[in-house]
């Protein structure tokens, strides 16, 4: 048999903007759990980052949205693997505008809100989210 080499597991994620605010959802497991973060999951093999975003945010939460450009990169590295779920993940949050659709969540996330950027700071979030979410912003709101 040949060795698997294991390699680093890309993930795309999306702050969705709509009328100043963004959206935010709660994961229902491991990891994460209990935290609120952006909606997403990961990239397959043979998939635009794009296309991928887009299917993940349709699988998670029904909405359309329109792409518009990434706002940063995130990574965990952790010191081993979390049963099948690997160790080091690459995140590449976008900035996205909504297009269609109210959030109908799927079972990986218990809540989700619509909330100024600021009220997301009084929020137990992934680390970084506040940083990404102002990238974000800065990108997807037209002054």
């Known amino acids: 048999s040949t060795m698997s ?12 903007f709509r009328h100043g605010e963004v ?3 709660r994961r229902a497991g491991a990891p994460a759990k209990g ?3 952006l909606p997403g999951g990961r990239v397959e093999v043979g998939e635009t980052l794009v296309d991928a975003l887009k299917r993940e945010i ?12 990434l706002a940063g990169y995130r990574e965990i590295i952790l010191p ?18 909504w297009v269609a659709g109210e959030p109908a969540l799927n079972e990986e996330l218990s ?5 100024p950027i600021e009220a997301v700071a009084g929020l ?3 680390e970084g989210l506040i940083d990404i ?4 912003e800065r990108l997807a709101v037209t002054p």
């Open 23 to 25: 959206l935010v959802v």
């Open 5 to 16: 080499r294991p390699t680093p597991e890309l993930a795309v994620s999306a702050a969705i």
């Open 111 to 115: 809540d989700s809100r619509w909330m």
């Open 124 to 126: 137990p979030t992934t």
């Open 80 to 97: 081993e693997a979390v049963g099948e779920r690997g160790r080091h993940f690459v995140i590449l949050p976008f900035a996205a505008r």
């Open 35 to 37: 935290l609120w973060t």
């Open 58 to 69: 349709v699988e998670e939460t029904a909405l359309t949205i329109d792409v518009i450009g």
């Open 133 to 136: 979410l102002r990238q974000a």
